[in-house]
Every structure is written in C-alpha cells, then in structure tokens.
C-alpha cells in the first residue's frame, strides 16, 4: 500500500487535557474519528463529556455549527493507551511536558500502534531528536506543534526529527490542512520557531516593564495595536521589506549601540543591504519583487488593514475588573 496517497481518518489522543481537548476538537469538527485516554478510565470519560459540553457551548455561541458540535458524541474513550492506538492512523501525544513522563508514554505508542500508523509528540519545548529515541519504528515518528486553543488557532508547527520518513510529514501536512490549519514545517530546535519568537518579545517586554518605560497593560496595548495590528498578515521579513531593510539597519544600529548584543544587526541584512536590495523599494529584499508586483502588494495590504480596522471597531475592547488599573499601580505606573 501506498501511505503517501492515504488519507489519516482515525486518531488516538493520549493525555486530553487543554491541549488534548483543543486538538481533538479540530479533528471532531472536520469528520475525523478519535478515541481518548488518559491518566485513568475517570479521566478520559470526564475529558469526553467536557468535549461535548464544550462543543455544545460554542454551538449555542455561533461559533460552530450544530452537526460539527453533535460529533463530539462519537469521540470513543479507552482504558488503556494500547487500547486507543490499536486502530488509530495518527496516535498524538499530548501529556505534559515532562521527559520522563513522555519517555514512557511514547514507548507504550510504539509498541502498541499498528506497524502503520504515525506516532506525534505535541510538546512545545522538549527536542524532537531527543524524543524520537523513545521510539522504535523512527522513521513514523515527529512533533507536531499546536497552540492553545488548538481548536481556534490555525499554526501548528510540524517538526520531523532527523530519521522522519518524508511521505509521514507529507500525510501529517495533509491532514492539517484538511482540517482547516495553516501547517509550517520547520527543522528541530529548543522552541522550535513560534516559541523562540515569542520568548524573545516577552523577555523584552519584561525588561520594558523593569526599567519602568511601560507598565504590562501598556506594552500589550503597543503590541496589539502598533505592530500586531500588521501580524495577522504579515510576518517579520515582509514587513521588513515594506518598511526597508535600509531603514531597519540604520534602527537596529541605534538599538545596538544602546542595548548591546541582542540587537547587533543580522549579517544577512547588511549584506543585503550593501547590494542594494532594501525590499519592495528595489524590488529585492526577503523577497523579489517587480513593479507591479509591489503596487500590488501595497494596495493589498491597505485592504486588509482597513478591514481589520473596522473589525476591530465593532469588537469591544475586553476589560476585567479593575484589571489594568490594578496593573498599573502595581508597576509604578500613574
């Protein structure tokens, strides 16, 4: 048989806890079929009837429609991880994030999936090329990272481990999209590319918040409103491009001779930059551009801002009770 051309239908999720739950919740809502476990027989019964429940709310929100929202009855539970994975195409485990923990876990996988199947690791930190040596069958095995609410957010990162078969993150991909995500597979490493990104801007805002430049409800709103207000569209290089590579050197210098090493600029883009290519103004960059290409782009993007911009007027701000007041008191802020 041909696994290339087969589609995965059938998925065990072992360990359905936040992230278990949001992932089985995009499958359930896209027709595939999934079976739970867990710590207990209790657990993985209680997780289902959270499911339903859970479904059945966001039926009642609009947010799902009512026959995606009924399939969560037909989410199976199982006593035993050898007992979920025994049928399953795709076995996904979601336990937490403790090595040990998944040493065993992924163990019980292997011996217990079909020859077949595909065995995923969600962890958002541990090394894929340290997992994978929890496992026999090597070639089936990957980390598939998604993020919370999996059902929601639409990047899962899919990281193959240095003995990963190509067809599995092939049919891995496939099946992603299928159901709706936005799918980037990307080498291993420590925080793979979301975390690594998403640790360097928390750890600097934290700095900010220590040398009292902002308080933390501030600095989310500059992150929400200035350069998040772009992310949905756009990712670094791009916008990059748009603002000039050329204008980006010239700031990362600034920054650098303030704050030291952690800005010093790429070599990549002072190489770019001395020839010449400063983005969409040369019609080189990160990206190759031609003239319409980039008249294109431009009018394009004043598009989608300007609808995100009215979204995001008829989306009330959320507000908690005293929340950024508190906050600000807190951190010095007036």
């Known amino acids: 048989m041909n696994h290339r051309t087969v589609a995965l239908q059938r ?10 739950l949001g992932i089985a919740q995009s499958l359930v809502m896209s ?3 999934v079976a739970f476990t867990d710590a207990t ?3 993985s019964r ?4 959270q499911l339903i429940e859970r479904m059945r709310a966001h039926a009642a929100a609009g947010l799902v429609d009512e026959a995606a ?9 199982a006593d035993s991880i050898p007992e979920a994975a025994a049928d399953a195409d795709l076995v996904i485990e979601a336990v937490t994030e403790d090595i040990d923990i998944k040493r065993s876990v992924l163990r019980a996988c292997d011996d217990s999936a079909r020859p077949d199947a595909i065995i995923a690791s969600n962890t958002s930190s541990l090394a894929i090329n340290d997992l994978v040596e929890f496992v026999d069958r090597t070639e089936r095995f990957l980390g598939v990272h998604w993020f919370n609410p999996a059902e929601w957010t639409p990047g899962v990162e899919v990281i193959p481990s240095r003995y990963t078969a190509p067809e599995v993150v092939e049919r891995v991909v496939e099946l992603l999209h299928r159901i709706g995500k936005r799918p980037s597979t990307v080498l291993p490493s420590v925080g793979f590319v979301a975390n690594r990104l998403q640790m360097a801007l928390f750890c600097e805002a934290a700095r900010c918040v220590a040398e009292g430049l902002a308080s933390p409800a501030q600095i989310d709103e500059v992150v929400r409103s200035c350069f998040g207000f772009r992310l949905p569209f756009f990712g670094p290089f791009q916008i990059a491009d748009m603002a000039g590579l050329d204008v980006y050197e010239a700031v990362l210098r600034q920054h650098e001779q303030a704050f030291g090493e952690r ?7 002072q190489d770019m ?3 010449g290519n400063h983005g969409t103004a040369s019609g080189s960059g990160f990206y190759e551009y031609g003239d319409a290409a980039v008249a294109d782009l431009l009018v394009e993007r004043d598009r989608r801002y300007a609808a995100l911009s009215r979204l995001l007027s008829e989306v009330p701000p959320l507000e908690f009770d005293g929340g950024a007041v508190a906050l600000d008191a807190r951190f010095g802020q007036s």
Do not use: C, Q
Request: charged share 25%; aromatic share 2%; net charge positive.
């Open 273 to 275: 930059v001395a020839a």
């Open 41 to 43: 027989p209790e657990l």
């Open 46 to 49: 209680a997780s289902r009837e």
């Open 11 to 20: 998925a065990a999720i072992i360990g359905v806890g936040r992230m278990g």
């Open 69 to 77: 929202a009924a399939r969560a009855a037909d989410v199976t539970t």
């Open 263 to 269: 800005f010093k600029v790429p070599r990549m883009v």
């Open 31 to 33: 027709g595939i079929e």
